[in-house]
């Protein structure tokens, strides 16, 4: 007689009788398969290279972290934004020497500043951070404190400055603001201790990362040629070649340092290969090839948003906001491609407003302060009011998109920086702060650092698992040395500005 196997007599057991003693054999057969799996499971886990980087759990955990994110509220950013407003009023307020003064000797300019460190740049650290949950007591604390040091200063009269260098000025002052949030945040971003409502939302929503792009944009349209009716000796193809070569070089070189070092990458921000250069340069790229008049651009810029907008709500934003992909160069960056649409039209209206505010009638004469200061005013008024209608009667705001909410939402909320700038004139005058020049001779460059310091930082620590102290000390030690590094720039000659 032949005898049974056991594993025969196991797999029977399925369909036979009901016996406690197959039962049994079955039970304990499960339990040695399982610790079989399980030591084989654990023992390869002991070796990281037995996994594919791309199955790293750090990398699935930092991409978790920047994942589905809801943002916050519109009056939560404007009051971020407020405060670092108010910080550099009040800086202002204290700056008892001129740029050029300071500049006499390498220690002047550092003393100067490190005052300016002290005053703006770790005070909107700490704001952006450990005080989040006060950000609007912050904003009253500091708008009480500026009315009381006007009050003080109205005991002497102040510089003031009208004509072209005044608009200059406060839109300098604009654009340093930006870049100053820009900077703080690409990396105050990977640590815990920054709010994960000011990080960039996955779909509908707003927050403070999300004005980035957008900003960007628009500070390159404010500042443009096409604003200053400025025409250009090259053709369209050679200025379209010389303004994003520089972009798209950047671009790959960024995509290129991603994919060697297996640097997590949310795919659902730009798409798989996309980045923000890139939009950029695509930007560039269709402006340079339609040209359009200053006075005439916002019209064509409305014509593409509408246009774009409708798109959107009859089943394009469907398909963007969708995880599936294909194969194809497009449905794998699909909303950095159909985003360039927002963004494009975005740039022609900032080229018309800052036309309009800044240099209309240029060659003849100079439009008075107070009657920009009237015009800003009334204009931010305006883009609020739409924000508010199109976000809740066409589609919610979305950065990914770039939808015409969301376009509505960056222009209201940078004309309300540079309203704030100019209204505040009287209190400050007209004197630049040494940190303030430094960044806004080589704004790019200071960009392109930060990117390398938050880039060595990522490599270095592992940011999501940093205790909040450890944090902070490390997000002063990057925000100072990128202070140094552009004040040594500055102090060497090295400038790079579009004025």
Same mark, same amino acid.
């Given at each position: 007689?032949?005898?049974?196997?056991?594993?025969?007599?196991?797999?029977?057991?399925?369909?036979?009788?009901?016996?406690?003693?197959?039962?049994?054999?079955?039970?304990?057969?499960?339990?040695?398969?399982?610790?079989?799996?399980?030591?084989?499971?654990?023992?390869?886990?002991?070796?990281?290279?037995?996994?594919?980087?791309?199955?790293?759990?750090?990398?699935?955990?930092?991409?978790?972290?920047?994942?589905?994110?809801?943002?916050?509220?519109?009056?939560?950013?404007?009051?971020?934004?407020?405060?670092?407003?108010?910080?550099?009023?009040?800086?202002?307020?204290?700056?008892?020497?001129?740029?050029?003064?300071?500049?006499?000797?390498?220690?002047?300019?550092?003393?100067?500043?490190?005052?300016?460190?002290?005053?703006?740049?770790?005070?909107?650290?700490?704001?952006?951070?450990?005080?989040?949950?006060?950000?609007?007591?912050?904003?009253?604390?500091?708008?009480?404190?500026?009315?009381?040091?006007?009050?003080?200063?109205?005991?002497?009269?102040?510089?003031?400055?009208?004509?072209?260098?005044?608009?200059?000025?406060?839109?300098?002052?604009?654009?340093?603001?930006?870049?100053?949030?820009?900077?703080?945040?690409?990396?105050?971003?990977?640590?815990?201790?920054?709010?994960?409502?000011?990080?960039?939302?996955?779909?509908?929503?707003?927050?403070?990362?999300?004005?980035?792009?957008?900003?960007?944009?628009?500070?390159?349209?404010?500042?443009?040629?096409?604003?200053?009716?400025?025409?250009?000796?090259?053709?369209?193809?050679?200025?379209?070649?010389?303004?994003?070569?520089?972009?798209?070089?950047?671009?790959?070189?960024?995509?290129?340092?991603?994919?060697?070092?297996?640097?997590?990458?949310?795919?659902?921000?730009?798409?798989?290969?996309?980045?923000?250069?890139?939009?950029?340069?695509?930007?560039?790229?269709?402006?340079?090839?339609?040209?359009?008049?200053?006075?005439?651009?916002?019209?064509?810029?409305?014509?593409?948003?509408?246009?774009?907008?409708?798109? *959107? &709500?009859?089943?394009?934003?469907?398909?963007? %906001?969708?995880?599936? !992909?294909?194969?194809?160069? @497009? /449905? =794998?960056?699909?909303?950095?491609?159909?985003?360039?649409?927002?963004?494009?039209?975005?740039?022609?209206?900032?080229?018309?407003?800052?036309?309009?505010?800044?240099?209309?009638?240029?060659?003849?004469?100079?439009?008075?302060?107070?009657?920009?200061?009237?015009?800003?005013?009334? *204009? &931010?008024?305006?883009?609020?009011?739409?924000? %508010?209608?199109?976000? !809740?009667?066409?589609?919610? @705001? /979305? =950065?990914?998109?770039?939808?015409?909410?969301?376009?509505?939402?960056?222009?209201?909320?940078?004309?309300?920086?540079?309203?704030?700038?100019?209204?505040?004139?009287?209190?400050?005058?007209?004197?630049?702060?040494?940190?303030?020049?430094?960044?806004?001779?080589?704004?790019?460059?200071?960009?392109?650092?930060?990117?390398?310091?938050?880039?060595?930082?990522?490599?270095?620590?592992?940011? @999501?698992?940093?205790?909040?102290?450890?944090?902070?000390?490390?997000?002063?030690?990057?925000?100072?040395?990128?202070?140094?590094?552009?004040?040594?720039?500055?102090?060497?000659?090295?400038?790079?500005?579009?004025?």
């Amino acid at each position: 007689m032949v005898k049974p196997n056991p594993f025969i007599i196991v797999e029977s057991t399925r369909f036979s009788a009901f016996d406690p003693f197959k039962v049994k054999n079955v039970v304990w057969l499960k339990a040695l398969i399982f610790c079989n799996k399980f030591t084989t499971a654990f023992s390869n886990s002991l070796s990281m290279d037995s996994f594919p980087k791309s199955l790293n759990p750090n990398k699935h955990l930092r991409e978790q972290f920047v994942s589905n994110l809801p943002g916050s509220s519109m009056l939560e950013v404007s009051a971020l934004l407020n405060n670092v407003a108010l910080l550099m009023l009040l800086r202002h307020t204290f700056c008892s020497q001129t740029v050029n003064d300071a500049c006499r000797s390498l220690k002047s300019y550092l003393a100067s500043v490190a005052l300016d460190y002290v005053f703006l740049v770790l005070p909107t650290l700490l704001i952006f951070t450990v005080l989040a949950e006060w950000v609007y007591i912050c904003m009253i604390g500091l708008l009480l404190l500026l009315v009381f040091f006007t009050a003080v200063k109205r005991t002497y009269s102040l510089p003031y400055m009208e004509g072209p260098n005044a608009s200059r000025a406060s839109i300098s002052s604009y654009r340093v603001v930006t870049m100053f949030i820009t900077c703080l945040c690409i990396l105050a971003v990977d640590f815990r201790i920054y709010p994960r409502d000011y990080a960039k939302t996955e779909t509908y929503g707003t927050s403070l990362m999300d004005l980035g792009v957008g900003s960007f944009v628009l500070m390159n349209a404010v500042t443009s040629r096409q604003a200053r009716n400025i025409k250009s000796s090259m053709s369209w193809w050679k200025a379209a070649f010389k303004s994003t070569t520089p972009l798209l070089l950047l671009g790959f070189a960024r995509l290129a340092s991603t994919l060697s070092l297996d640097y997590q990458v949310h795919v659902g921000e730009y798409g798989v290969n996309w980045n923000f250069f890139f939009t950029l340069a695509g930007v560039s790229i269709l402006t340079s090839i339609l040209n359009v008049p200053a006075e005439y651009s916002g019209i064509l810029g409305s014509v593409i948003l509408v246009g774009y907008q409708s798109w *959107l &709500t009859n089943g394009l934003n469907v398909y963007l %906001l969708s995880n599936e !992909r294909g194969t194809d160069v @497009i /449905s =794998r960056n699909k909303e950095g491609i159909f985003s360039l649409f927002g963004y494009w039209g975005m740039y022609l209206v900032g080229v018309q407003v800052s036309y309009y505010l800044f240099f209309e009638n240029h060659t003849t004469k100079q439009r008075s302060k107070h009657e920009t200061r009237i015009r800003i005013c009334l *204009l &931010t008024i305006m883009f609020w009011i739409l924000t %508010l209608l199109i976000d !809740r009667y066409v589609e919610r @705001i /979305s =950065r990914r998109m770039c939808n015409l909410a969301y376009v509505t939402w960056v222009v209201a909320q940078n004309l309300q920086l540079l309203a704030l700038r100019l209204l505040a004139d009287n209190i400050i005058g007209h004197k630049t702060l040494c940190l303030e020049r430094a960044f806004d001779r080589n704004l790019l460059a200071s960009f392109l650092v930060a990117n390398l310091l938050t880039g060595l930082v990522n490599l270095s620590v592992d940011t @999501i698992f940093v205790s909040p102290l450890s944090a902070v000390l490390i997000l002063v030690s990057y925000s100072l040395t990128l202070c140094v590094v552009m004040v040594l720039i500055d102090f060497s000659g090295v400038k790079y500005k579009f004025w």
